[in-house]
């Protein structure tokens, strides 16, 4: 394919085929049958979850789109490509250090604070250093995906010693 897409038109693309894709996840999710064993979730609960989030991002991203003044610049290749990590191993075995020690202050901590804990170590071995980007993120997410999780979705969370505080 030698004609190259503006970033709307790429935009506009991707956009569309992800609320194809989207509405369909949506409608199989919907028609994953429930077993007895099935919690107030069910068992498409999670998936159509997940299809209306794409949903909304690939709405975004079309509306952007659509609505952004127009760039007439192509999207020129990528000749530089970055071979990512020269030490992919060590960036590895640094990943699996820092979700073993989430395994191991879960029971203690509990969810929010040691999911607060994996998002700082993650993004720091990533290559963030802005330590108010780290902290905003620290703080946000264990109580974001704590809403999500146990109070929307009715999914129970550790709580760590946090619960023998409220006693």
């Not at 999670?46 to 192509?74: E, G, H, I, N, Y």
């Not at 990533?126 to 146990?150: M, N």
């Amino acid at each position: 394919m030698s004609e190259q897409f503006s970033d709307a038109t790429a935009d506009k693309l991707t956009g569309a085929l992800g609320l194809v894709a989207s509405v369909a996840y949506g409608y199989t999710a919907l028609n994953i049958e429930d077993s007895l064993l099935a919690d107030a979730v069910g068992a498409g609960g999670v998936p159509f979850s997940v299809a209306c989030v794409m949903f909304l991002a690939a709405l975004f991203l079309s509306l952007k789109a659509w609505f952004k003044p127009q760039d007439k610049t192509r999207v020129e290749p990528q000749t530089d490509v970055s071979e990512g990590s020269a030490h992919p191993h060590a960036m590895a075995l640094a990943l699996l250090l820092i979700l073993a020690l989430y395994v191991l202050v879960l029971p203690y901590l509990g969810y929010v604070v040691s999911i607060g804990i994996l998002v700082v170590c993650s993004a720091w071995l990533g290559g963030a250093r802005q330590k108010r980007s780290l902290i905003g993120s620290a703080l946000l997410a264990g109580p974001v995906l704590w809403l999500i999780f146990d109070w929307a979705l009715s999914i129970g969370l550790p709580m760590g010693f946090w619960s023998a505080l409220g006693k």
